[in-house]
T-cell receptor
Framework: AQSVTQLGSHVSVSEGALVLLRCNYSSSVPPYLFWYVQYPNQGLQLLLKYTSAATLVKGINGFEAEFKKSETSFHLTKPSAHMSDAAEYFCAVSGTETGANNLFFGTGTRLTVIP | KAGVTQTPRYLIKTRGQQVTLSCSPISGHRSVSWYQQTPGQGLQFLFEYFSETQRNKGNFPGRFSGRQFSNSRSEMNVSTLELGDSALYLC????????????FGEGSRLTVL
C-alpha cells in the first residue's frame, strides 16, 4: 500500500529565505509522486510530479523536488520564498498498484511567509 | 482549454437531506475522481470513474455514490446527510488511465446543519 508522511504541519520562513517542505513516502512499487498547492477557498494546483525519469524535478513558481529512493523522500524546495508562496502544500503518491487514478495525500503543510 | 468545473460552489443542507454535486472534466479527460477534504481527516479519496465505470472506491459508507455519463461529466450523491459530511468536495480529472497527474476543480463546499 502507498502512503506519504509530511513532517511539520506548519512551516514559517522569512521572505527571501529557503523553503523546505518534507515528504516521505511508502510504496511497494516504484512510486509516482506529486506536490500540490492549495490557496484559500480553491482547489489543488499541481506544482510538480516525479514519474521515474530525472530524480530532480522542476516545477512551477520556482519549486523543485528531489526523489531519493534510499531515503524514501521527496522534499520540496524553493531557494527564495515570496509572499505569494503562502499556502498549503500537499505531497501525494499515486495508487499505481490499483491501476487507477487515486492519489494518497499527506496531511499537508501550511507555509507562512514572514515579510 | 477550460479547467475542471464543479457546481454548485457552495451549498447548505440540513441533516437527513440528500445532495448531488456535479463535475465537468477537462475536455478529452475520461478519468474523474472525487475527494473529500475536511480539517480533521484531510484529503480522502471517494471514488474514481473511467469511461463510465467505477474503477476504485475509497472507504466511505454506501450513502456516498457517484456516476459518470458518456460525455465524462460526473455526479456524486450523498444521501441522508450527517453533520460530519460537511466538507469541501473536490473533483479531479486526468487524461491518463492511471498514474497521471490530476487536475482539480475549485470544489463544492457543503455545509450540513
Amino acid at each position: 500500500a502507498q502512503s506519504v508522511t509530511q513532517l511539520g504541519s506548519h512551516v514559517s520562513v522569512s521572505e527571501g529565505a529557503l523553503v523546505l517542505l518534507r515528504c516521505n513516502y511508502s510504496s511497494s512499487v516504484p512510486p509516482y509522486l506529486f506536490w500540490y498547492v492549495q490557496y484559500p477557498n480553491q482547489g489543488l494546483q499541481l506544482l510538480l510530479k516525479y514519474t521515474s525519469a530525472a530524480t530532480l524535478v522542476k516545477g512551477i513558481n520556482g519549486f523543485e523536488a528531489e526523489f531519493k529512493k534510499s531515503e524514501t523522500s521527496f522534499h520540496l524546495t524553493k531557494p527564495s520564498a515570496h509572499m505569494s508562496d503562502a499556502a498549503e502544500y500537499f505531497c501525494a503518491v499515486s495508487g499505481t498498484e490499483t491501476g487507477a487514478n487515486n492519489l494518497f495525500f499527506g496531511t499537508g503543510t501550511r507555509l507562512t511567509v514572514i515579510p | 482549454k477550460a479547467g475542471v468545473t464543479q457546481t454548485p460552489r457552495y451549498l447548505i443542507k440540513t441533516r437527513g437531506q440528500q445532495v448531488t454535486l456535479s463535475c465537468s472534466p477537462i475536455s478529452g479527460h475520461r478519468s474523474v475522481s472525487w475527494y473529500q477534504q475536511t480539517p480533521g481527516q484531510g484529503l480522502q479519496f471517494l471514488f474514481e470513474y473511467f469511461s463510465e465505470t467505477q474503477r476504485n472506491k475509497g472507504n466511505f459508507p454506501g450513502r456516498f455514490s457517484g456516476r459518470q455519463f458518456s460525455n465524462s461529466r460526473s455526479e456524486m450523491n450523498v444521501s441522508t446527510l450527517e453533520l460530519g459530511d460537511s466538507a469541501l468536495y473536490l473533483c479531479a480529472s486526468s487524461s491518463r488511465g492511471w498514474g497521471g497527474e490530476l487536475f482539480f476543480g475549485e470544489g463544492s463546499r457543503l455545509t450540513v446543519l
